[in-house]
Nanobody, 117 residues
Framework: VQLQAFGGGLVQAGGSLRLSCVAS????????VGWYRQAPGKQRELVAA???????NYADSVKGRFTISRDNAKNTAYLQMNSLKPEDTATYYC????????????WGQGTQVTVSS
């Protein structure tokens, strides 16, 4: 398995969750890592992405609420999600090999985030 995502769950609106994406070293070391999400009936969309050097990009809908980070020594990327809203409910996927604006070819399995109102 090249990418594994963890940390989803059920949370009330206004709450927080932290997602983790663990990658094999060869994937993580030189690649942009991104978080994407897909809600039922909707297209998969970019949530946030981060370069190895720490440059980031966020969807407008999550700016100020979500923070993406990475620990290169641990081959792990994180998505801290605060002030969650019901519209954040989706399956969240981590991705590698793309850019800050487009996904790459490497996907992890999804982790479900459900925000209740």
């Amino acid at each position: 398995v090249q990418l594994q995502a963890f940390g989803g769950g059920l949370v009330q609106a206004g709450g927080s969750l932290r997602l983790s994406c663990v990658a094999s070293g060869s994937i993580f070391s030189s690649n942009v890592v991104g978080w994407y999400r897909q809600a039922p009936g909707k297209q998969r969309e970019l949530v946030a992405a981060i370069t190895r050097g720490g440059f980031t990009n966020y969807a407008d809908s999550v700016k100020g609420r979500f923070t993406i980070s990475r620990d290169n020594a641990k081959n792990t990327a994180y998505l801290q999600m605060n002030s969650l809203k019901p519209e954040d409910t989706a399956t969240y996927y981590c991705n590698a090999g793309g850019s800050r604006y487009e996904s790459g070819p490497i996907w992890g399995q999804g982790t479900q985030v459900t925000v209740s109102s």
